[in-house]
């Protein structure tokens, strides 16, 4: 079948590297996000998802609003269109663009967290599993039927950097199966359980600031899903100066702990046996560190160049 594919996210990148390589289907055209400047010298920078459709010679548009480039997308004759993490809602006018579907690829288990960030939400609410979907598109938020789910596993070690990645590479046999089902109509269609959605909205850095007097395992999964974005920080009072950030990559929970002190109180601050963070309960050790302009260090190792009293309450 002849595919349109539109996406801008990294997630995407394996379902497209999938669709450029099967000798089932054909990708006519490739619709991402304009370039953005990106890191601290701001240097505009394309999509992953363009660089690598350019480099198999396939066509990519870049319109501001996809609305307006309808008239050159029915010019692909395209059957199908692949959607993931394009960043647009998709307005009926596109929806009809495609002969047959429009597919959405989601990382979750739907109508569990529908919305922007699907899979720190999964993590930060301590789910067991999560998943691929893949669904008919309507005009909503991730609303569509569904056509078909694969279910993955979160391991206890999983951060949000380990997750999307497994989630990116179970999506293109999903997608597989579900094009499989279009071509050999008609596809299953499943309607949501709407009374059973989640929403989860774009995430923001201050998003990832620590509030210590929720419990350290409700910490530790934040700081698992929120890494490497938007990351977590907390931060370490000054004498008359502002108050310093403190991100946080890695922790683990002290297990049968018993909190005495004031949540963000350091109980404990030993090069040797490491930072130890009283919470809304129990204790959370803080395992890897980044001080403001500094590099990622053991708490250990951190603590050598930058000693912090036991008692001091972080914010």
Not at 40 to 51: H, N
Not at 71 to 84: F, G, I, P, Q, S
Not at 197 to 204: D, E, M, Q, V
Request: hydrophobic share 40%; net charge negative; charged share 25%.
């Amino acid at each position: 079948m002849r595919i349109l594919f539109i996406g801008t996210g990294d997630i995407g990148l394996p379902s497209l590297e999938w669709l450029l390589y099967t000798p089932k289907h054909k990708v006519v055209a490739v619709v991402t996000q304009p370039d953005k400047p990106a890191g601290r010298k701001l240097v505009l920078t394309p999509p992953q998802v363009k660089v690598r459709a350019q480099a198999a010679g396939i066509p990519v548009l870049q319109p501001e609003k996809i609305r307006h480039a309808v008239e050159e997308l029915k010019a692909y004759d395209a059957d199908v269109a692949v959607v993931v993490a394009y960043g647009q809602i998709l307005p009926r006018s596109v929806l009809d663009v495609p002969k047959l579907a429009c597919l959405n690829i989601h990382a979750s288990l739907l109508p569990k967290y529908r919305g922007a960030s699907p899979i720190q939400a999964t993590i930060r609410e301590g789910d067991a599993e999560t998943g691929v979907t893949i669904m008919h598109m309507d005009e909503g938020l991730d609303t569509g039927d569904i056509l078909l789910m694969d279910r993955v596993t979160i391991e206890p070690s999983d951060t949000g950097g380990t997750l999307h990645d497994k989630l990116a590479l179970a999506a293109p046999a999903s997608l597989e199966e579900a094009l499989d089902l279009i071509a050999s109509g008609p596809a299953p269609r499943k309607p949501q359980e709407n009374d059973y959605a989640t929403h989860c909205g774009k995430l923001k850095r201050e998003d990832g600031r620590l509030d210590w007097t929720r419990s350290a395992v409700e910490l530790e999964r934040l700081i698992r899903a929120y890494n490497p974005w938007p990351g977590t920080f907390t931060l370490l009072p000054g004498s008359g100066e502002k108050p310093a950030p403190l991100k946080v990559h890695r922790a683990h929970v002290i297990p049968e702990a018993e909190t005495c002190p004031a949540p963000g109180t350091i109980v404990n601050s030993d090069p040797k046996t490491g930072l130890i963070i009283a919470t809304g309960s129990g204790l959370l050790a803080l395992d890897e560190v980044q001080a403001e302009g500094g590099k990622k260090l053991p708490a250990g190792d951190f603590l050598r160049g930058k000693p912090l009293e036991v008692g001091t309450v972080l914010g």
